[in-house]
């Protein structure tokens, strides 16, 4: 069905209604308008203000936020089938250039039984009713809008909700709204009878879906209702609304946009809008929920690392489902360490400290941090900074290192080198171009004979210490079996880094 349809979905949000009610303390006025602004924003193009027969409360936001609002976004508020809810609405939403009223009744054999307790002839006939007053009150500038409530209950009268709603669109409703109020009804089976009252009503009415979330598919019916006709969509800032909540706004518009929707929203605003919608309703963002949580951009598993770092600057990424840049996510895909990790994750974190490390080297320490995140969980970054530091720079072994001291010695350097190696200890003289030949040479001669292919010098911590920085000596060392072996030394004195480079390698080669 994807592509089905070519039209823009209209974007009905219902936080200041159904979300709102939902919220352990209400907003009142100036809450309400926070998020009201955030909507007009994000460029929904519907706005639901409230239930102005609630209380005064919202009575109030009501007409405040219909003075305030743009005049493209048409302001909706709800009222029962009952002319007293209806009045209310109608007078605050008098400031609106769009208003609209919603008015609604349950329709499912249920609820008529057993909350209504009216016969569905009876129920008809309110809602006919209600639809006929309002639309009397809002005028030629506003719309009406019926909702059955309960609709993805109704499978089994089905045929009576139409014929109920056919009488609703002659009495002057323009917009159907089909609500799926507790989420008991699978996906496929809501979409089809979506599709039925679609084929059933005249052409240029708006049908529309209200999805909750009390099983957690709510974003799944949205999403195929539109493509099976549903042009409205009701949804939510961060899901808010009854119970397990509404429709998550932002993961309709991001799935839609997926499927090549033209989606008339600032995506780039979600992020944002929905760290303030937490804010503003006191529920935190859980740390897996989509697109928003915390947590949706790690990746632990070492397969997973390989491909989102290989894809990591493309538009389609190997393991997400959009570049975080399009919600407005300025984080980037992040690699934790645990023991389902790799050395790709390694290598990351390592080199976004900014410290230098060869992926020989990473290999080398991919298994001592496993053996830690195993008894741990996930290393923290300052625990794999500390794992990096000991192994690479502080390497255990039998060489000891005691001195290394030049001697005065005409043309060529020479120096002694003091050193244990598994406890029996060495001193040793010995000359060449410079400290680090001197000092393999004295090891060669101890019998320990190693070739070096690599040499290098620079710096060491630069970026937190300056001028302060530590010298940092690198090595390359190939041993008899072609094995080549990096090793590294820092200190303040250059000459003492290169010593620590040359035990640390020996260490690693000769590792006791
Ligand atoms: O869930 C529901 O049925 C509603 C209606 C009032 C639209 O919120
Ligand atoms: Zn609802």
């Given at each position: 069905m994807e592509n089905a349809s070519k039209s823009k979905p209209f974007f009905y949000d219902i936080t200041l209604r159904d979300g709102n009610q939902a919220l352990k303390k209400p907003w009142n006025t100036e809450q309400k308008e926070v998020v009201f602004k955030e909507l007009v924003k994000l460029g929904v193009q519907a706005i639901e203000v409230g239930f102005s027969g609630s209380s005064d409360m919202d009575f109030e936001a009501c007409h405040h936020l219909a003075s305030i609002a743009p005049d493209n976004v048409v302001i909706a508020g709800l009222a029962r089938a009952v002319e007293k809810d209806i009045i209310k609405v109608a007078d605050a939403l008098k400031p609106a250039a769009r208003p609209r009223i919603h008015t609604f009744i349950a329709m499912s054999p249920f609820n008529m039984k057993y909350v209504l307790k009216k016969d569905p002839l009876d129920v008809r006939k309110t809602a006919v009713n209600a639809v006929k007053y309002a639309k009397e009150l809002i005028g030629e500038k506003g719309e009406v809008q019926f909702s059955v409530e309960h609709f993805g209950d109704c499978a089994e009268n089905l045929d009576f909700v139409i014929e109920s709603l056919q009488e609703c669109v002659e009495?002057?409703?323009?917009?159907?709204?089909?609500?799926?109020?507790v989420e008991r009804t699978r996906p496929f089976a809501f979409v089809r009878m979506v599709e039925t009252v679609k084929k059933a009503l005249p052409q240029g009415i708006m049908l529309s879906v209200h999805n909750h979330n009390d099983l957690g598919m709510a974003v799944a019916t949205t999403v195929e209702s539109f493509f099976a006709g549903a042009g409205q969509l009701e949804c939510?800032?961060?899901?808010?609304?009854?119970?397990?909540?509404?429709?998550?706004?932002?993961?309709?518009a991001v799935a839609l946009h997926n499927c090549g929707v033209e989606v008339p929203l600032n995506l780039s605003r979600i992020y944002e809008t929905a760290i303030l919608t937490a804010e503003m309703s006191n529920i935190p963002i859980y740390e897996k929920a989509p697109l928003i949580g915390e947590d949706v951009l790690a990746h632990r598993s070492g397969i997973h690392q390989d491909g989102a770092l290989k894809t990591q600057k493309m538009k389609k990424g190997a393991y997400r489902p959009i570049h975080p840049s399009l919600i407005g996510r300025d984080d980037a895909e992040k690699y934790g360490f645990t023991s389902q990790s790799g050395k790709t994750a390694l290598y990351e974190i390592i080199k976004a400290k900014g410290y230098p490390i060869t992926v020989e080297e990473t290999l080398r320490l991919v298994p001592i941090a496993k053996e830690q995140a195993e008894k741990f969980g996930e290393l923290p970054v300052e625990a794999i900074e500390d794992i990096y530091l000991k192994e690479i720079f502080q390497v255990d072994g039998p060489f000891k290192f005691i001195s290394f001291k030049k001697l005065d010695n005409g043309e060529k350097d020479k120096f002694n080198l003091k050193f244990n190696y598994k406890d029996k200890e060495y001193d040793l003289i010995e000359e060449g171009e410079g400290p680090i030949e001197a000092c393999i040479n004295a090891l060669n001669s101890a019998g320990f004979r190693q070739k070096l292919v690599h040499y290098e010098q620079s710096a060491f911590g630069e970026e937190t210490k300056g001028a302060q920085a530590d010298a940092m000596t690198v090595i390359q060392f190939e041993s008899e079996d072609g094995r080549v072996i990096t090793c590294r030394g820092k200190d303040p004195s250059t000459q003492k880094a290169n010593v620590k480079a040359i035990f640390n390698g020996f260490n690693l080669i000769y590792p006791g």
């Open positions: 009495a002057g409703a323009s917009v159907i709204n089909l609500p799926n109020t939510s800032l961060n899901g808010l609304g009854e119970r397990a909540g509404n429709t998550s706004i932002y993961e309709v």
